[in-house]
Structure formats: structure tokens, C-alpha cells
């Protein structure tokens, strides 16, 4: 059995068991930093961004995902800095656990588009960047608190990177010689969360490819990741030991004027960056879930070997209707760069309306439906995921616990009844009130099906969804007006028998509560950019 299985079920039992290493605490003082540094060198200032703000709709309109546009080096810049930069910095009072940190400097708090887990940002982001680009053919490094690029390695290697989808299963040319690789550096997540650091982070690999996605088609452009490939060949390229650092995603970029990726000549990164934390741990259970989920990295499955995990039909209960989604006029821009966590700030006196739910539960679909490559030549998503949504303050909506029915827009009734309680005891931190949030949205997922029918790998699929999902669902109701957050310290056990999941092999993984907010508290953002 795929000690993915074995990991996954830690997990699930970690607000009961916990996981090793017991009672860990971690030495803020040694914290890591949240970016890499490479010190000695230059960086390259990327363009201003694209002008105007894209449209919040066009972003989650329905369609087949095909774009016309290539990318140019202003709109690389501009969906870097609005999913993965410094936006603003903000201090603000409520009820998160870092009041006490936040007022320094060193551990300031800096808005960005994109979600992550604990706050934390432990993705890497580097552009190999082919003779198409109006850099120096190489591999690139996005310094995202400079808004910059730094020159990891001149010379053109996207044919390694090319080669390396090929050998995950990618069909003939990938038509294009600019990609962007995603890594995860497990210590700048793990010094806070130990072994469970390595399921929030492959979420953040979620997160950021939603951004990407709905950035890029608000532009008529496309993106589409690719999570199977040879990541020791890109592990190397990058010069990362893979004990410390994986790759979890490529990104092709279709690019304006584009050309096919050169033929592969084999080079590494000889760069490192430089550590703040004087002491580097390992831990026993990421090592072995990383080692387990790299296996089978080049042996992409079918899109047909996943119909057995399919998410599961919403039943027969009373239907409701939610009405249409309404995106408003929003900006995707806009929404993004408001995007925050509403830590203790829901209030029940205003309830959500029905079109505001409905609005939140089309974008979750959007964030499930995310397409990549596994999805068929339509790009139509995978159908793994399905919405649970318990409803507090929902107006014409009695409380209970519903099936979200995205054919139809509507709710199918599993129990009635108040939840307030359930779920306010079964949250294990201080910070949210969810009795008062209107709406917990509940992602569930087959998930050891996913593995056994994907491989090890499979559990990396099913939490880039269900990221995917979280940033869907916090862009979506940052443009409505609608206060959002996302969680991961909760019972899932009991969520999971409340649900009567136990026998159909579905997992919550996530929960994302939605609804309005009391006055704001004093607080200070000042923007970057």
C-alpha cells in the first residue's frame, strides 16, 4: 500500500491523535525566511504591470478555457506581482494569533493575491525562460518582495524542461519554450507545522495556479499546469537537493511570437540560496510522503483510470434553488488585491443572500474544475471534488447541511437543523467564530481512491484542487464584497461522520467559511505598488 494512504489517514486523525513529532514548538527566533536569497545576485526589475483591471466575470465565465493571446514579459509581470507579490503591508487588529509578531518588521505581514497556508509562502517560483522571451535565455528566479527576476543560470534549457513533461506523459511538442516551475521549500512551512506542513503546502501549489488561471483568463490567455514529469531532471536543473525542495508544478506559457522549446542540453542551477535558520530539521513523515509521491512522477495516468475516485452524485433530498451567480462589476485586480482572511470578524446580523451563495459555490466549482494535465483535450476538470455546505445565516435558506448541485445551482438537503455548535467545537483555534459566519463550505474528496487510481502522486492532485478551490472561493468573494477564510485545524473525523462520508470514502480536507462582517477594527495597509 502507497504510504500516501498512510500519511493521508495521519492527517484526518491529527485533531484526535496529532502526528509526530510530539508536542514540537517552534523557535520563531530561528525562523526562516519566507522568500529565498540569493544574495550576490543582481535583480532584474520587472515591467509596471498590464494597464486596466480585467473583468471579475470574465475571469469565472463558463467556456472551454481555449485562448487566443500569448503572454508577453508586461503580462508575465503583472500575473506574477497580483498572485505572488508584495502588494501591501497591513496591521490590522482581530483574532489571529500573530498580534504580538506582526508590528515588527521582520515579521510583518504583506498582502498578496494568492492564499497560503499559516501565511507562510513557501512556493518558489522560477521562469526558464527560452529565446522567445526579451531576457537572456535561462532559468529565473521571481523575487517576489523586489517584484524581480534574478539570473539563476544563463543559457537556454527549455528543452529540458520540455523533455521532462515528455517523459510525464505530455504529447509531442509543448509548443512553447517558456515555463514556470513551482517549488516547494519544506522549511520555510515546516519549522511552524512539522510533518503536516507537506499537506498545506501542496494546497499553496493550488492556490497559485488558481490565481494564475483566472488572471490568465480574464486575458483571453491560457494556463494549464502539469503535475506529472521527471522532477528529478527539473530538481536537478534548478540545483535543489530533493530532500529540502521538490518541484510540484509546470507551467507552459503559450508566449506572444512564441517558438517550440530548443533541443534538451542537460545543466544544472550551481547557485544556493542562503539560510537564516541556523537549524534545518528534517522530518521523518515528509520525508517519506515526499519520497512516496515522486514515485511514478513519469507515469501520467489516463484521464479514464480516475473515473473510480469521481466525486459522488448529491443525493435525493429536498432541492432549493440558489438562482444564478452574479459576479458583479468587479475587477479581477481589484478583488485580488483586497483578498484577506475575515479572522473573528463574521457577524450573523447580516444574513448572505441567496445570489451572493450562489456566486461562492459557482466559483468553488470554477477552483474544482481546474483543468491540467490529466483533463481530457477539452480541458474540462477532473469531477473529483463535490460541496457540502453547512448554512448558518442564509437568507430564505433554513440552517442545515446541504449538497451543492452545480448542474442545477441548487441545494440538496442531507439534515436540517442548527450547526453553529458543531462546528464552532469541533475548530481548534481561537481566531474564527464560525457560529456567526453565514456559510462553511466543506470540499470533499475521494481521496485514497484518487491514489489508488493515480498512484502516490494522486495525493498531490487532490490537494492542488482543493487549494485551487480555496483561492477560487477567497477572489470570488473578495469582488462581491463577501468576507472569507480558509482552514485547516478542525475535526475531520467528525466532520466526516456528521456527513455519513465514513462509508463512501469521502474526505473533508478543507473548510471555507463565508459571510458578512461587523465593523471594521483599526488597522493600517500601506500599498506597495
Not at 118 to 130: H, Q
Amino acid at each position: 500500500m502507497a504510504f500516501a494512504h498512510e500519511y493521508l489517514d495521519a492527517v484526518l486523525h491529527r485533531g484526535r491523535d496529532g502526528m509526530p513529532p510530539r508536542n514540537f514548538q517552534p523557535d520563531w527566533a530561528d525562523a526562516p525566511r519566507q522568500t529565498k536569497l540569493y544574495r550576490d545576485l543582481d535583480t532584474i526589475e520587472l515591467p509596471a504591470a498590464v494597464d486596466g483591471d480585467a473583468s471579475l466575470r470574465a475571469a469565472f465565465a463558463a467556456g472551454d478555457g481555449t485562448a487566443a493571446g500569448g503572454f508577453t514579459l508586461q503580462s508575465l509581470s503583472g500575473m506574477l506581482l497580483e498572485s505572488y507579490g508584495r502588494l501591501a503591508r497591513r496591521i490590522e487588529i482581530n483574532a489571529n494569533d500573530d498580534l504580538d509578531k506582526v508590528q515588527s518588521y521582520r515579521s510583518a505581514k504583506f498582502a498578496r493575491g494568492t492564499a497560503s497556508g499559516g501565511g507562510l509562502y513557501p512556493v518558489s517560483i522560477y521562469w526558464v525562460a527560452g529565446p522567445s522571451a526579451p531576457v537572456t535565455p535561462g532559468v529565473y528566479y521571481y523575487n517576489s518582495p523586489q517584484h524581480g527576476i534574478q539570473r539563476l543560470l544563463t543559457g537556454d534549457v527549455s528543452g529540458q524542461v520540455a523533455q521532462a513533461l515528455r517523459a510525464g506523459g505530455a504529447d509531442g511538442d509543448t509548443g512553447t519554450d517558456q515555463f514556470l516551475l513551482l517549488g516547494l521549500k519544506f522549511w520555510q512551512n515546516a519549522f511552524k507545522y512539522n510533518s503536516f506542513s507537506y499537506h498545506a503546502t501542496t494546497m499553496d501549489i493550488g492556490t497559485v495556479v488558481q490565481t494564475w488561471r483566472l488572471w490568465a483568463r480574464a486575458r483571453n490567455l491560457d494556463i494549464r499546469p502539469a503535475f506529472w514529469f521527471d522532477e528529478d531532471r527539473l530538481g536537478e536543473l534548478i540545483g535543489v537537493d530533493p530532500d529540502d525542495e521538490g518541484v510540484f508544478a509546470v507551467v507552459p506559457l503559450a508566449w506572444d511570437g512564441g517558438r517550440s522549446a530548443s533541443s534538451p542540453v542537460r545543466s544544472r542551477v550551481r547557485h544556493t540560496d542562503e539560510e537564516r535558520s541556523r537549524t534545518v530539521l528534517r522530518f521523518e513523515l515528509l520525508q517519506a510522503i515526499h519520497a512516496d509521491t515522486r514515485t511514478g512522477a513519469d507515469e501520467r495516468p489516463a484521464p479514464e483510470a480516475l473515473a473510480p475516485a469521481t466525486a459522488l452524485p448529491a443525493g435525493d433530498g429536498q432541492r432549493l434553488p440558489l438562482g444564478p451567480a452574479d459576479f458583479g462589476a468587479a475587477g479581477l485586480s481589484t478583488a485580488l488585491r483586497g483578498r484577506r482572511s475575515s479572522f473573528g470578524e463574521f457577524s450573523a446580523l447580516k444574513k448572505l443572500t441567496r445570489t451572493e451563495l450562489s456566486t461562492v459555490l459557482a466559483a468553488a466549482e470554477t477552483g474544482a474544475a481546474l483543468p491540467c494535465d490529466l483533463s481530457t483535450a477539452d480541458g474540462q476538470g477532473l469531477g473529483l471534488v463535490r460541496f457540502h455546505v453547512f448554512v448558518n445565516h442564509v437568507e430564505g435558506v433554513e440552517p442545515g447541511v446541504y449538497a451543492y448541485v452545480p448542474d442545477t445551482g441548487e441545494l440538496a438537503l442531507l439534515k436540517a437543523g442548527s450547526y453553529g455548535t458543531f462546528l464552532q467545537r469541533n475548530y481548534f483555534l481561537n481566531n474564527y467564530n464560525l457560529e456567526q459566519a453565514a456559510a462553511v463550505v466543506v470540499p470533499v474528496v475521494r481521496g485514497d481512491a484518487v491514489i489508488d487510481a493515480a498512484g502516490p502522486r494522486g495525493y498531490r492532485l487532490v490537494n492542488a484542487l482543493v487549494g485551487s478551490v480555496a483561492q477560487a472561493v477567497y477572489t470570488a468573494s473578495s469582488g462581491i464584497g463577501v468576507g472569507c477564510g480558509a482552514a485547516l485545524g478542525f475535526d475531520n473525523i467528525s466532520y466526516m461522520e456528521e456527513l455519513g462520508a465514513a462509508g463512501s470514502g469521502e474526505q473533508p480536507l478543507l473548510i471555507l467559511m463565508v459571510g458578512h462582517e461587523r465593523g471594521r477594527y483599526a488597522g493600517c495597509r500601506f500599498e506597495n505598488s
